[in-house]
């Protein structure tokens, strides 16, 4: 006797799904603190895979020195960048005094205007400015207390994204083994597919943002330079950094060259260096991202800005950093599953398997007798 299939209702598996979604959010949420420097771990170690496996079978090396050693080369390059921009800062807080002048002297103006516009009384706008001042001043030793505590809990963050770094190439061929153990031998070759091809764009996909992360730094070094900004080195390098952070970046990089080149120049520097930071980021987002970065990640704009928002809401700024890459890694998994190749090509750019999806648009036909 057949057995009659039950399919549940549309609201019963609606209902299913979104109580999985919640509960797996709460549960990315509640484990940030582990996962966050262990995604941050995996993209580093995918791209240092190429250069360990080089010390490794062209070296000869043990896969611990090879790990070891293509961890000790990312440190090089990172520590290069902090002392690049750590000797500029150090030369910007010379010039503090005259920034902090700077500053006053156009709050003045700035209250004044606003007392003749307005009709503001002054005494009581300045009385108010004091009585923050010295709220401020008093906690300042909670404020300094605070700051430590901080970089601290940044510096343990990133020491865990490099020991993740390094089990993760390390013990990489176990990790392999597992993932197509966990899945039955009909499915051998699709998750090989898969792994290959998430290694494939993940890697060039960091490439490519920090091919893009040069190309703006060095436009925008050029620019700040022939706007004769005094430190068009560091401003350009903090523009470079800040592009990083899609879509909200672009904006603190243009508060902080502005104030920076308000402080030790001119309102007419100022504004010059605000349309700067524009035209580069105009540049970038319409020449520089779509060819360089965009090739490798084909994620359309619209799921894109919701994914760094939602990152945003989950994980705060490292979220907004990681939004793209494990959006990229679901997509390269929905095109690979046949249940799951709708949501693939929603998160895509509408041009993947556009055959199939004309057939399954056209109206049935009925055959004639």
Not at 88 to 114: C, N, T
Not at 134 to 155: C, E, N, P, R
Not at 168 to 180: A, E, K, N, S
Not at 238 to 249: A, D, S, T
């Amino acid at each position: 006797m057949p057995v009659k299939k039950i399919t549940a209702p549309f609201y019963e598996k609606l209902a299913l799904v979104l109580v999985g979604l919640v509960s797996l959010g709460y549960l990315i949420v509640l484990a940030k603190e582990v996962l966050d420097p262990l995604v941050f771990g995996f993209l580093f170690a995918i791209l240092l895979l190429p250069i360990a496996n080089f010390l490794e079978k062209k070296i000869r090396l043990p896969r611990t020195l090879s790990s070891l050693f293509s961890i000790l080369l990312l440190l090089g390059f990172v520590s290069g960048i902090l002392y690049l921009v750590g000797s500029q800062i150090s030369g910007l807080a010379s010039d503090w005094p005259q920034l902090k002048s700077q500053v006053s002297q156009s709050l003045h103006d700035l209250s004044e205007w606003a007392q003749h516009a307005f009709q503001i009384d002054a005494s009581k706008e300045m009385s108010y400015v004091h009585a923050t001042t010295t709220k401020i001043m008093a906690s300042g030793g909670d404020v300094l207390s605070q700051t430590f505590g901080a970089i601290s809990s940044i510096m343990l963050f990133y020491v865990f994204i490099l020991i993740f770094t390094f089990f993760i190439l390390l013990y990489r061929r176990l990790l392999l083994h597992f993932v197509v153990w966990v899945f039955s031998d009909d499915h051998t070759e699709t998750v090989h597919d898969i792994i290959g091809n998430i290694q494939s764009i993940l890697r060039q996909y960091i490439l490519g943002l920090l091919l893009e992360m040069v190309v703006v730094a060095s436009l925008a070094c050029t620019a700040f330079w022939m706007i004769g900004a005094k430190y068009a080195v560091l401003l350009g390098i903090l523009v470079g950094l800040f592009n990083l952070i899609p879509y909200l970046g672009i904006f603190t990089a243009l508060l902080l060259s502005s104030v920076i080149t308000f402080a030790t120049g001119s309102v007419r520097d100022a504004a010059l260096a605000a349309g700067a930071v524009l035209s580069i980021h105009l540049i970038d987002s319409n020449f520089l991202l779509p060819t360089i970065v965009g090739s490798k990640v084909k994620l359309n704009a619209l799921i894109t800005f919701l994914g760094i928002i939602i990152g945003e809401m989950i994980w705060g700024l490292s979220g907004m950093f990681l939004s793209i890459p494990v959006m990229a890694i679901l997509k390269i998994i929905f095109d690979r599953v046949d249940s799951l190749k709708p949501w693939g090509y929603l998160l895509g750019g509408g041009t993947e398997d556009k055959k199939s999806v004309v057939e399954k648009m056209k109206p049935a036909t009925v055959d004639k007798a």
